[in-house]
C-alpha cells in the first residue's frame, strides 16, 4: 500500500547574496494515514521549510529543488497542475501555523475568510459551491468544533478583536474546512501564553483522535510532541537523524544528538540530574561540514564521520542515520 | 601563546561595513535598470564638466546670431539641427547640462539644510516644537510644489535665480515629513533610550544616533529629487517664469520651440529629450537606491 | 467616528488658514507695484495712486490682511487685472474645464496603474515586472510639457486623428451648461455628437496628466502588494486552498489597496497642480492656464485664487481618504 506521504531523497536549496544555503540534505519521511509524527530539531534545522514543502507553498525562487521528491496520497506535489495543487492544498494537507497573530487577514471578518476557504474546497473539489448563507452556516459548525463559544457571533468580528488563543482556535477551524488527510501543525503552540499552549494541544489531540486525522507536528520541543506523537522524527541541520516510536526514542535514543537533545531538557521530575546543553554551534549551511552534517559537535565522531555522510538504516526497531548508532546505546 | 595583541587590519576592523557594502553594491549591479540609472546620471556629470571642450560651437551658447543658418534639421554639421537664431541646437542642450544640475543641486541642497534639521527637532523633541513644525510644513505640502513655486515667482518675477529661489521655498517641506517620522520612531529606540539613560546630551544622540539612522531615505530622496527639481525648474523655464533666452535652459528652448511647431518639430525634440533623460536617470538611480538603502518604504 | 471627523475638519480648517497667510505673504513681497500694474503703462502718478486707495493698498500691513480675510471669507478673492473679472467669476467658469480633465486623468491612472501594479508584483524580478518599472520610472520622468507636444505632433499633425487643443472643435455646439464638464452635460443631453468631439479633445491632455500619477500608483501598489503576498495570511490563504487568483485580487488587493488610497489623495492635489502645464500645452481652458497667463501677466490676484482652490480641493481629498481608511481598515474603525 503506498503511504500517505512520501518523501524521497528530497534535497532543498535558497540562493542568496552569501550564496547557496543547503537548507535540505536528502529528507527520507513516509507516513500513514492515520499516524501521529512528530518532528523535531533545533530553531533553523529545517523542519519548517519541509511542512511547507509538502504543500508546495515554498518560494522558488529563492528556493530550489535539487532532487528527491515529494508524493501525497501516491501523486507527485511537484508535478501537479492548478488543480490537483488546489485538491492538495487544504483538503490533502492543511496547515496550521506558529503565529496566529499574522497569519489571519487583518482586513476580512473572521466569517468571509472561512467561507471563502469553504467554498474554494467546493470548488477544488468539483462539487457545486454552497451559497454564502450555506458556507457561513458550515463555517460556524466548524467554529463550534474547536469548541469557540458563540461561533455565530465570532464569525463578524475582526481577527484584530480576538485574543491569541482564539485566533489559532480559528486557523485550527479554517484547517478543518477541507476535512483534510493530513493536518500539518508547524510549532501551533509557540507563540502562545503557557495555559493557552496546554489547552490548544488537547484541542489537536481531541480532534486527531475525533476525526481520525494523521497528525504531522512540527516542535523544537520535545514535551510537545511527546503529548500528541506517537513516532518521533529528529532532524538536524537539513537531515533526518532518527526515526523511531516515541516510546523507543524517550528510552533507548540511538544518534548522539537525539541523546544530546533530550540531555538538554530539564526534567523537573528529577532535580538532581541538571539539563546538559549541546557544545557547539548550529552548522552554517552555506557551507555544510561534510559527512555527517553532526560530526564537529558529536562525542562519538570518528574519521569516517567526517568523509561519509551516514544513511539511514535500522536499528535496535528504529531508522537512524549514524555510523556508530550500534555503540551509542545509553 | 602570545600576549601581544597585533592591531587588527583595517579589513578586519571594519568587516561588517565592509560586508554591508559589498552586499548594497551587489544588490545594485543585480538590478539592471539601477546601473542604467547610475550610467545616465554618470554621463549628465560628464557633460556639465566637459561640455564646453566637446561642444563644436561654444559661442552658440550665448546667442550668437547666425541667421543664414536658421532652422536647419539634423545633420552631421548640426547634429540636432539649428534654431531660429541660427544657433546649433547640440551645442546648447550640452551647455544646457550644466545649468540644470546646478540648479537640481541648490533646490535640493537647499531643501536637505532646511527640511532635515527640521524634521528631527519635530520629531526628536515632539510636544508644541513638533506641533509648530508640522503644521506649518503640512500647509506647505498642501498646494503642489508646482503652483506654489509659480505663485512665487510671479511675485518675484521671472528668471533662473527667482526660480530657484521659488522652487527651494516650495521643496523643504518634504525633507521634514520623511525625517520626522523617521526620528519619531527611533526616539523610542532601545539604543537611543540607552544613550539617554547614560546620561548623553540631546546634541550627541541626534549626531550619533538618529542622524545617520536618517541618512537612508534622505539620500533616496534627494537622489530622486534631483530628478524631478531639474523637471520643476524646466517646467518654469517652459511656462516663461524660468530661464530667459538666449540663456541654454532646456524648458526655455522648448517654449520657444513650442512656436515653431510642427514644421520645425526637432527645436522642441531634442531639449526635452535631455530633460527626460536626466530625470529617467535620477529616478532609476534614485530607485535603485531605495530597494537597497531603504526597502520597506515605498511612497510614489 | 464623528470625533475623528470633527477633529480633522478643524485641522483642515487651520491649515486653509496657513494657506491663506502664504499667499497673503506671497502677494506681499512683491517687489513690483501692483497698483502700478492695474493702472496700466500709460498712467499718470496720480491714476496709480487713486488706485492703490481704492485697492487698499496704502494702508498698513495688518489691516490690508484682515480685509484680505474678510473678503475671503465673503468669497472675494479680488479682481482680475487681465479679465477685469472678480477672480472668483473666473475660477467658476475655468475649474469646471480642469475639474472634467483631473477626473479623467484620476480614472485612468487608477484602472491602469492598479492592475499594472498587481501584475508586476506577482511576477516580482521576472521580466514584464523590470518592464513595468522602467515604464513607471519613465512615466514620471516625462516633461508633460514636451511629451504633450510629442504627441500632438504624431497624433494631430502627422496621423491627423486627433484635434491639436481646446476642449470642442469651432462648428461643434456646446451642450447646455449643468456642471460645465463638457463630457457629462452632453452625455445628460443626448449630444452624442458633441460627446464624441470632447472626448477625441480630451484624449490627450488626459492622458499626458494621468502620467505621473498612473506611475506613483503603480508603484506603491507594486511595493505593497510584494509586502502582502510575502506576510503570512497569503500564505495561511494559499494553504487553506483559496485558488491564486482569489488570492491575489481579493485577499491581497484589499490590503495593499490601503495604502495605494493614500497616494490616490496626494495625486489629486499634484494632478490639479499639473494641470498648469498640461492645460498650457493644449490650450485647455481651465483654471491652470488661467493661472498660468495670469502669472506671467504679473496679475496676482488671479494666482493666489488658484492656489488657494487647489489647497482646498488637495485638503478635501485628503480628508475624504482618512475617513475611507477608517471605513476599509477594521482595525481603524474599533480603536477610533
Known amino acids: 500500500m503506498t503511504p500517505l506521504l512520501d518523501i524521497r531523497g528530497y534535497r532543498l536549496a535558497f540562493d542568496g547574496f552569501e550564496g547557496r544555503a543547503h537548507v535540505l540534505d536528502g529528507i527520507d519521511l513516509r507516513v500513514e494515514a492515520g499516524e501521529t509524527v512528530g518532528i523535531v530539531g533545533e530553531t533553523g534545522c529545517g523542519k519548517s521549510v519541509l511542512a511547507r514543502s509538502i504543500a508546495r507553498l515554498v518560494e522558488m525562487p529563492p528556493g530550489r529543488v535539487l532532487g528527491g521528491s515529494i508524493r501525497f496520497g501516491g501523486e507527485d506535489v511537484f508535478a501537479m497542475d492548478g488543480r490537483a495543487l488546489a485538491r492538495l492544498r487544504g483538503h490533502g494537507v492543511a496547515m496550521i501555523f506558529q503565529d496566529p497573530m499574522t497569519y489571519l487577514n487583518p482586513v476580512f471578518s473572521v466569517g468571509s475568510q472561512m467561507v471563502d476557504v469553504i467554498r474554494a474546497h467546493d470548488r477544488a473539489e468539483g462539487k457545486p459551491r454552497r451559497t454564502r448563507a450555506a458556507a457561513r452556516e458550515a463555517a460556524a459548525a466548524l467554529l463550534g468544533a474547536v469548541r469557540l463559544p458563540e461561533p455565530e457571533r465570532l464569525l463578524d468580528r475582526y481577527p484584530h478583536e480576538l485574543s491569541g488563543g482564539m485566533r489559532q482556535r480559528v486557523l485550527i477551524a479554517m484547517a478543518l474546512a477541507g476535512n483534510p488527510r493530513l493536518l500539518v501543525a508547524d510549532e501551533p503552540t509557540t507563540a502562545l501564553d503557557v495555559t493557552i499552549q496546554a489547552q490548544v494541544l488537547r484541542l489537536i489531540g481531541e480532534l486527531v483522535a475525533e476525526r481520525g486525522l494523521t497528525l504531522l507536528l512540527i516542535s523544537h520541543d520535545l514535551g510537545v510532541i511527546g503529548a500528541l506523537c506517537r513516532r518521533i522524527v529528529v532532524m538536524y541541520a537539513g537531515t533526518v537523524v532518527e526515526d523511531a516510536e516515541a516510546a523507543t526514542l524517550f528510552a533507548r535514543p540511538r544518534h548522539p544528538y537525539t541523546r544530546g537533545l533530550l540531555a538538554a531538557v530539564p526534567d523537573l521530575a528529577r532535580p538532581d540530574r541538571r539539563a546538559r546543553p549541546i557544545p557547539g554551534h548550529i552548522p552554517n549551511l552555506l557551507d555544510p561540514p561534510s559527512g555527517c552534517r553532526f560530526h564537529p559537535r558529536c562525542p562519538l565522531a570518528v574519521t569516517r564521520c567526517a568523509a561519509e555522510k551516514p544513511g539511514l538504516r535500522e536499528v535496535d526497531g528504529r531508522r537512524v542515520a549514524c555510523h556508530r548508532a550500534e555503540d551509542a546505546a545509553a | 601563546m602570545s600576549t601581544a595583541l597585533s592591531r587588527p587590519s583595517f579589513a578586519e576592523r571594519h568587516a561588517a561595513a565592509l560586508r554591508q557594502a559589498r552586499f548594497f553594491a551587489w544588490s545594485f549591479a543585480r538590478s539592471p535598470s539601477s546601473m542604467l540609472g547610475l550610467a545616465i546620471v554618470l554621463g549628465f556629470f560628464l557633460l556639465a564638466a566637459f561640455g564646453p571642450w566637446i561642444v563644436p560651437y561654444p559661442a552658440d551658447a550665448t546667442g550668437a546670431m547666425n541667421l543664414a543658418n536658421r532652422l536647419q534639421p539634423p545633420s552631421t554639421a548640426h547634429w540636432f539641427g539649428t534654431d531660429e537664431m541660427g544657433n546649433d541646437l547640440y551645442t546648447r542642450v550640452v551647455l544646457a547640462t550644466r545649468t540644470s544640475l546646478w540648479v537640481g543641486l541648490t533646490i535640493v541642497g537647499v531643501a536637505t539644510l532646511v527640511g532635515v534639521p527640521l524634521g528631527i527637532a519635530a520629531g526628536y523633541f515632539g510636544g508644541v516644537v513638533r506641533s509648530v513644525i508640522m503644521r506649518l510644513t503640512d500647509v506647505f505640502l498642501s498646494v503642489p510644489g508646482i503652483v506654489l513655486a509659480l505663485a512665487i515667482v510671479a511675485a518675484l518675477g521671472p528668471g533662473i535665480l527667482n526660480g530657484i529661489i521659488a522652487l527651494s521655498i516650495v521643496w523643504w517641506p518634504g525633507y521634514v515629513r520623511l525625517v520626522e517620522a523617521k526620528a519619531l520612531s527611533l526616539r523610542n529606540e532601545p539604543f537611543v533610550e540607552a544613550a539617554r539613560a547614560v546620561g548623553a546630551s540631546h546634541a550627541r544622540i541626534l549626531a550619533v544616533h538618529i542622524l545617520p539612522n536618517c541618512a537612508s531615505p534622505i539620500i533616496v530622496k534627494a537622489s530622486m529629487d534631483m530628478g524631478l527639481a531639474i523637471l520643476a525648474a524646466a517646467s518654469l523655464g517652459f511656462i516663461g517664469l524660468g530661464a530667459k533666452p538666449p540663456a541654454p535652459e532646456w524648458g526655455a528652448m522648448i517654449s520657444v520651440a513650442r512656436t515653431y511647431m510642427p514644421n520645425w518639430w526637432w527645436y522642441a525634440v531634442f531639449p526635452g529629450l535631455a530633460i527626460y533623460l536626466t530625470v529617467l536617470g535620477f529616478n532609476l538611480f534614485g530607485d535603485g537606491l531605495r530597494d537597497i538603502l531603504d526597502p520597506k518604504s515605498n511612497r510614489g | ?336
Open chain 3, 1 to 336: 467616528m464623528l470625533a475623528f471627523v470633527l477633529k480633522r475638519l478643524a485641522l483642515t480648517g487651520l491649515m486653509l488658514f496657513g494657506l491663506v497667510c502664504i499667499t497673503f505673504v506671497v502677494s506681499n513681497v512683491a517687489p513690483s507695484d501692483p497698483a502700478a500694474l492695474a493702472a496700466g503703462p500709460d498712467a499718470t502718478r496720480d491714476m496709480v495712486e487713486t488706485i492703490r486707495r481704492e485697492y487698499g493698498l496704502d494702508r498698513p500691513l495688518h489691516e490690508q490682511f484682515l480685509r484680505y480675510v474678510a473678503g475671503l471669507l465673503q468669497g472675494d478673492l479680488g479682481r482680475s487685472i487681465v479679465t477685469t473679472r472678480p477672480v472668483s467669476v473666473d475660477l467658476a467658469r475655468y475649474f469646471p474645464a480642469t475639474l472634467e480633465l483631473v477626473l479623467l486623468s484620476m480614472t485612468l491612472g487608477v484602472l491602469l496603474g492598479v492592475p499594472l501594479g498587481m501584475a508586476s508584483a506577482v511576477l516580482k524580478n521576472r521580466a514584464p515586472d523590470h518592464l513595468t518599472r522602467f515604464v513607471a520610472v519613465s512615466l514620471v520622468a516625462l516633461p508633460a510639457f514636451w511629451f504633450g507636444i510629442l504627441l500632438q505632433l504624431l497624433f494631430s499633425v502627422h496621423l491627423e486623428w486627433l484635434p491639436t487643443s481646446g476642449r470642442l472643435d469651432v462648428a461643434t455646439p456646446p451642450p447646455p451648461p449643468i456642471t460645465g464638464m463638457i463630457l457629462f452635460d452632453s452625455a445628460v443631453a443626448g449630444q452624442w455628437a458633441t460627446f464624441r468631439d470632447a472626448v477625441s479633445h480630451a484624449v490627450l491632455p488626459a492622458l499626458v496628466l494621468s502620467f505621473p500619477c498612473l506611475a506613483s500608483i503603480l508603484r506603491v501598489n507594486r511595493a505593497e502588494m510584494i509586502e502582502v503576498l510575502s506576510s503570512d495570511y497569503v500564505t495561511a490563504a494559499r494553504a487553506h486552498g483559496v485558488p491564486p487568483l482569489r488570492v491575489v485580487c481579493v485577499h491581497a488587493l484589499r490590503n495593499a489597496m490601503l495604502p495605494t488610497l493614500a497616494i490616490i489623495g496626494l495625486r489629486w492635489g499634484w494632478m490639479l497642480g499639473s494641470t498648469v502645464l498640461v492645460e498650457t500645452v493644449f490650450d485647455w481652458p481651465g483654471i491652470g492656464l488661467y493661472a498660468v497667463s495670469a502669472a506671467i501677466a504679473g496679475d496676482f490676484k488671479p494666482v493666489m485664487g488658484v492656489t488657494l482652490l487647489i489647497g482646498l480641493n488637495f485638503m478635501i481629498a485628503n480628508l475624504v481618504v482618512d475617513i475611507l481608511y477608517g471605513v476599509l481598515d477594521p482595525r481603524l474603525r474599533t480603536s477610533s
